[in-house]
């Protein structure tokens, strides 16, 4: 008699639920994510994988053309979850990667709307963040030298015997949820940061998050270094006209930017807000192509240029530490002092 095979036991069913209880925890990042290019910063689909080495880090990231990559409004799932583990391991509490929650909790906290289109929404990027694979030898352990994973293994809508829904839950890779419950890998973000509708808007604010924190020199890119840092599908003088429109609308919560050349490259300072370095009047020399052939936007359908209103820091200044200066080595970035890039402008 043939036995029939024993078919491995689901992952939720050894794993104890994580129940949030709350939806308004501080926001916080995961700081590989922050820099990196792990998500599409474009709302249509993207099927096109990134391909990111710099020194020893090596990120790939594929999406499936049945739902394209995952984006970087998809990423509020990961904040939101994020922020939930740290809040709870700071309130003494256990926390699983199995987390079980309302979905009006998280759509609140990310400053979306609770309507039944939201929800669609919120189902469809748990369809990207599932199907999304991504490759990186980041963190990589003494036996290995490359991770792959999807940002969630398994997600679920809970129903009744009725059938209507109670309440979702999902289940988030090990690397990520790793990378939340080692505190040194988490820094907190501006919720105003979830205001920002562009695309690169959004990877720049943390960016400046993880690179400039407080500093009062804050901290230097090339702009073509940058291009290569975000995976952006848009040549380098377009990407670089959207640098040039966010930085002409200071459009960051709680930084400052600043464009200038040196030797030729194009450059960007970014500056904490509360930095005392005075600000030229017009801080780019006016919106040009950069040699693009038209004012095409990058990647995101309205990327950089969507940005309705001002920006504004919404925190207490205890919330965002001074000084971020174990960022990682493949960045070019500079810390020129303040003085040199007074005479520079």
Same mark, same amino acid.
């Given at each position: 008699m043939t036995k029939r095979p024993q078919l491995a036991p689901r992952e939720r069913e050894h794993l104890p639920a994580f129940v949030v209880t709350r939806g308004d925890a501080r926001p916080r990042d995961q700081r590989d994510l922050m820099e990196r290019p792990f998500f599409s910063l474009s709302k249509s689909r993207r099927i096109a994988p990134i391909i990111y080495r710099a020194a020893d880090v090596e990120v790939e990231v594929h999406g499936l053309p049945e739902h394209g990559m995952a984006?970087?409004?998809?990423?509020?799932?990961?904040?939101?979850?994020?922020?939930?583990?740290?809040?709870?391991?700071?309130?003494?509490?256990?926390?699983?990667?199995?987390?079980?929650?309302?979905? $009006?909790? =998280? +759509?609140? *906290?990310?400053? %979306?709307?609770?309507? @039944? &289109?939201? $929800?669609? =929404? +919120?189902? *469809?990027?748990? %369809?990207?963040?599932? @199907? &999304?694979?991504?490759?990186?030898?980041?963190?990589?352990?003494?036996?290995?030298?490359?991770?792959?994973?999807?940002?969630?293994?398994?997600?679920?809508?809970?129903?009744?015997?009725?059938?209507r829904v109670e309440g979702m839950e999902f289940i988030l890779s090990d690397w990520f949820y790793r990378g939340v419950v080692d505190r040194s890998l988490v820094l907190s973000i501006d919720p105003a940061y979830f205001r920002l509708t562009g695309g690169i808007e959004r990877w720049l604010y943390r960016v400046a998050r993880k690179h400039a924190g407080r500093q009062p020199g804050g901290w230097v890119f090339e702009i073509a270094h940058l291009h290569a840092k975000s995976g952006s599908l848009a040549r380098v003088s377009d990407f670089a006209l959207d640098l040039r429109r966010i930085a002409a609308r200071q459009a960051l919560p709680g930084y400052r930017l600043l464009i200038d050349r040196q030797t030729g490259r194009e450059r960007l300072r970014i500056l904490p807000a509360v930095t005392t370095i005075s600000l030229p009047a017009q801080p780019v020399d006016g919106v040009g192509t950069s040699g693009a052939g038209g004012h095409g936007i990058s990647g995101a359908r309205r990327s950089g240029d969507q940005a309705q209103h001002s920006q504004l820091n919404l925190w207490h200044d205890e919330e965002i530490h001074s000084r971020n200066l174990d960022s990682n080595l493949e960045s070019n970035s500079q810390g020129a002092p303040l003085g040199e890039w007074s005479r520079r402008r």
């Open positions: 984006t970087i409004w998809d990423a509020d799932v990961l904040i939101w979850a994020a922020s939930q583990i740290v809040e709870a391991h700071d309130a003494g509490q256990t926390t699983s990667r199995l987390m079980r929650f309302m979905p $009006y909790q =998280l +759509l609140g *906290a990310i400053g %979306r709307s609770t309507g @039944s &289109t939201d $929800y669609r =929404l +919120l189902k *469809a990027a748990l %369809r990207r963040l599932q @199907s &999304t694979v991504v490759a990186t030898t980041l963190r990589q352990g003494e036996h290995w030298r490359r991770r792959q994973f999807s940002w969630i293994n398994e997600w679920a809508e809970l129903t009744n015997a009725r059938g």
